[in-house]
């Protein structure tokens, strides 16, 4: 496999300037096509004799490596609250057939009507009013208004 100019400067991670420095000064042995405009036929072996790739794969595989243990962590979390997921379910499927499901409580018709109206205007059951407002209680006049014993 040969490289091109532009691929040799992605791949060692230079720019194409100094790929063809390094062309002309003779560091690395190429073959030009003349045909083609400015078309370089590179050999891995003299690229990368110069140009070691070792330099750019360090700085990949030093950012690499924290996402690896990232993974790591990630992976072994998923396993457990998968293991979680699994036991609690096993102990629901192993309660559910200790005991029959439970009828839902029967729910009542209509409330009784009127519940709202009587609280609001402070009546009692059957539409009187409650005992403490009754007429006779002390200091209360017939119509539940209190007395005054200033008058």
């Given at each position: 496999?040969?490289?091109?100019?532009?691929?040799?400067?992605?791949?060692?991670?230079?720019?194409?300037?100094?790929?063809?420095?390094?062309?002309?000064?003779?560091?690395?042995?190429?073959?030009?096509?003349?045909?083609?405009a400015d078309e370089?036929?590179?050999?891995?072996?003299?690229?990368?004799?110069?140009?070691?790739?070792?330099?750019?794969?360090?700085?990949?595989?030093?950012?690499?490596?924290?996402?690896?243990?990232?993974?790591?962590?990630?992976?072994?979390?998923?396993?457990?609250?998968?293991?979680?997921?699994?036991?609690?379910?096993?102990?629901?499927?192993?309660?559910?057939?200790?005991?029959?499901?439970?009828?839902?409580?029967?729910?009542?018709?209509?409330?009784?009507?009127?519940?709202?109206?009587?609280?609001?205007?402070?009546r009692g059951a059957?539409?009187?009013?409650?005992?403490?407002?009754?007429?006779?209680?002390?200091?209360?006049?017939?119509?539940?208004?209190?007395?005054?014993?200033?008058?």
């Open positions: 496999m040969t490289y091109t100019l532009s691929e040799a400067a992605e791949v060692t991670g230079r720019s194409r300037g100094a790929i063809l420095r390094a062309l002309q000064t003779g560091e690395i042995t190429a073959t030009h096509n003349n045909e083609a370089w036929t590179i050999e891995p072996d003299d690229l990368f004799r110069v140009f070691p790739v070792a330099y750019h794969i360090r700085f990949v595989l030093e950012a690499v490596e924290p996402l690896r243990s990232e993974i790591r962590d990630l992976r072994s979390r998923l396993e457990a609250a998968e293991a979680a997921i699994s036991a609690t379910g096993e102990r629901l499927d192993a309660k559910s057939e200790e005991q029959p499901p439970t009828p839902p409580a029967p729910v009542s018709p209509n409330p009784p009507p009127g519940r709202w109206w009587r609280r609001l205007f402070r059957k539409g009187r009013p409650p005992d403490e407002f009754k007429a006779g209680s002390p200091g209360q006049t017939p119509r539940g208004e209190r007395q005054s014993s200033d008058v």
